[in-house]
């Protein structure tokens, strides 16, 4: 059981470039999550999805974009990468049917634009 | 807006001691403490969570106390050891808008000295 597998897990982008990143879970959580991590700020949340077909913005959604065609997949997208956008990017997943449900982390993406 | 305050930032003890974090959240909905463990180059992972409705929750040597009145919650590692070293972060959810709003606190660096 791989649990929540992100790829890829370095990146190195310039100033204007796009990517994607991509995130899979196998627990059949409905619920998918993108958070970023900086220094002394914890993490926050980018976008979420409650489910496939639907997504919606978190705290800091400026910059990204997100799709979620799969159950099991969420993806992020960054369309012109900026060198504020260099962090370690986090994807979770949860069972939300109720309240109350552990969010469960892969290994991250660590992002650099130059 | 949320937030959730933790301290310390830093924390070095001796193998053998116990050590302590303390976190205190802003929402009154919140209902649900989660608390993680980050290792170098890997994603949080949970440890140990507490609902609103308990005020003590113990898991062998990790311990996780509420005082809902105050806000406050805390998590207490008794018998540290050299594999306890890593960032803590304690967590405060509510949920809201249909999913679990997890704010995080901005972790604690725990270092354990043999």
């Known amino acids: 059981n791989a649990g929540v597998t992100q790829t890829p897990k370095f990146r190195v982008l310039k100033t204007g470039q796009s990517m994607t990143l991509l995130c899979a879970q196998d627990?059949?959580?409905?619920?998918m999550y993108w958070y970023r991590q900086d220094p002394g700020m914890g993490l926050r949340l980018i976008h979420y999805?409650?489910?496939?077909?639907?997504?919606a913005k978190g705290e800091v959604p400026d910059g990204y974009n997100v799709s979620r065609l799969k159950k099991q997949n969420f993806l992020l997208g960054l369309e012109s990468a900026a060198p504020s956008q260099t962090s370690v990017y986090f994807c979770?997943?949860?069972?939300?049917?109720?309240?109350?449900?552990?969010?469960?982390f892969g290994d991250g993406t660590r992002l650099s634009i130059l | 807006g949320e937030n959730v305050e933790q301290h310390p930032s830093t924390l070095s003890v001796q193998e053998g001691d116990s050590a302590v974090i303390k976190c205190t959240y802003s929402?009154?909905?919140?209902?649900?403490f989660p608390w993680y463990k980050q290792e170098l180059g890997k994603g949080p992972q949970l440890i140990i969570d507490?609902?609103?409705?308990?005020g003590e929750k113990k898991d062998q040597r990790i311990a996780v106390t509420l005082n809902k009145t105050a806000k406050h919650f805390s998590l207490h590692i008794t018998e540290t050891q050299p594999e306890d070293s890593a960032v803590y972060f304690c967590?405060?959810?509510?949920?809201?808008?249909?999913?679990?709003?997890?704010?995080f606190g901005a972790g604690t660096r725990l270092a354990v000295h043999p």
């Open positions: 999805s409650v489910g496939e077909g639907t997504t």
């Open positions: 507490i609902r609103s409705n308990v």
């Open positions: 627990m059949n959580h409905e619920y």
């Open positions: 929402d009154s909905a919140s209902n649900y």
């Open positions: 967590a405060a959810s509510a949920f809201s808008g249909g999913y679990n709003k997890l704010i």
């Open positions: 979770a997943s949860s069972h939300d049917r109720k309240a109350n449900q552990p969010q469960h």
